[in-house]
């Protein structure tokens, strides 16, 4: 079985801050920013590796702020 790795898009300008994605997280690669997108809400952003594309953030957040992207071997997918 070939080990999944993924990433996220973020699209900041919908994030309201909510720490949701943050909280559900299994991997513990997102964290909460203290930038803060053109509403006046902070953002979220990918901080570290070790994302496998799990979707539970797209799943959780009510803003659809993610686009995820799961990678295994040489294909890729987006959810």
């Known amino acids: ?6 990433t ?3 699209r900041a300008e ?3 801050g909510c720490d949701l994605c943050v909280a559900i ?5 997102l964290e909460m ?3 803060m997108n053109d509403k006046g809400w ?3 952003t ?3 590796e070790g994302c496998t594309g799990c979707s539970l953030c797209a799943l959780a957040c009510p803003d659809g702020v993610f686009t995820v992207y799961q990678h295994t071997g040489q ?4 959810r």
């Open 75 to 78: 294909q890729e997918a987006a």
């Open 1 to 6: 079985m070939a080990h999944k790795t993924g």
């Open 8 to 10: 996220v898009q973020i």
């Open 14 to 16: 919908l994030c309201k």
């Open 42 to 44: 902070p953002v979220v």
């Open 33 to 35: 920013t203290e930038q």
């Open 25 to 29: 997280c299994p991997e513990h690669v």
């Open 46 to 48: 990918l901080a570290r």
